[in-house]
């Protein structure tokens, strides 16, 4: 009888044993799952957190990335009005590039008529000189034909008068042509012209020709500038200046 009992004593015992060692790992595994899901609880949070940070980094970058792209078309709207206004102050250079060579070239074209218009002022005084050399010489020359007309006024006025002092009019001897011939009373080698006793009343009007002989002698050629009445006076042609006319030489008409 004692040994049923003790059997059954250590059954009970090994019963016991047992229950205890699952409950004491039962335990252990509880202990061991609540703390491996508290650890995952505070990953979790750690995760959530790390979760919203990153969501609010990722709405501060997407705030950054607003933000940047509002400066991207800010700039790159600048950057087009800048185009536009380089193209425009491109344009200006150029239109101011050749304004400036259209003002060069302006430039040359004044410079070159400057230097004509100093070369032509040299040439004018240079011709202004000579005018007042020939001038000069012209009036010595207007004086002396001055003096020979009144000198030559004189002598016609001594003629006209009939003074005994001034040279007598020869008398007209007409040819047989029926042409008067008369004779030169005056001759003036300085001005090249000579005063005949032919005058108005033998037919002589200015332009007339007439011809000078001495002892039937061609000499010259002279073409009547002033008629009077009784005599008239007459210019030696360019070709004949060279001619030994003297007074008592005869004319006749052409």
């Given amino acids: 009888m004692n040994s049923p009992i003790k059997g059954r004593l250590l059954h009970l015992v ?4 047992l229950l205890f060692c699952l409950t004491l790992s ?21 995760t959530v957190a790390e979760r919203n940070s990153l ?3 990722l709405e501060r970058f997407k705030q950054q990335k607003q933000d940047l792209e509002a400066q991207w078309k800010e700039l790159k709207t600048k950057a087009e009005k800048l185009a536009v206004e380089l193209v425009k102050e491109k344009e200006k250079t150029e239109t101011v590039h050749i304004e400036l060579e259209e003002k060069r070239s302006t430039v040359d ?9 100093k070369q032509l002022h040299s040439d004018v005084n240079q011709r202004l000189e000579k005018i007042k050399g020939d001038y000069t010489e012209l009036r010595g020359q207007l004086d ?8 030559l006024e004189v002598k016609i006025k001594d003629l006209l008068m009939g003074k005994r002092e001034a040279v007598e ?3 007209i001897v007409v040819k047989g042509r029926g042409l008067p011939e008369g004779r030169i009373l005056v001759v003036n080698k300085d001005f090249n012209f000579i005063v005949t006793n032919l005058g108005a009343t033998n037919g002589m009007v200015e332009g007339m020709r007439l011809l000078a002989y001495r002892n039937e002698k061609f000499l010259a050629e002279l073409e009547v500038e002033k008629a009077y009445e009784n005599m008239c006076a007459a210019a030696i ?18």
Wanted: hydrophobic share 45%; no cysteine; aromatic share 4%.
């Fill in 55 to 57: 969501k609010i980094e």
């Fill in 109 to 117: 074209i004044l410079s070159k008529a400057l230097e004509r218009e």
């Fill in 26 to 46: 039962l335990f252990i595994m509880k202990r061991a799952e609540y703390e491996k899901r508290l650890a995952a609880e505070q990953k979790l949070e750690i």
């Fill in 237 to 254: 042609l360019p070709d004949y200046s060279d001619a030994s006319l003297k007074e008592g030489d005869a004319v006749v008409i052409k």
């Fill in 14 to 17: 090994l019963i016991s044993a």
């Fill in 169 to 171: 009019l020869e008398k």
């Fill in 144 to 151: 002396g034909i001055m003096e020979a007309k009144r000198s």
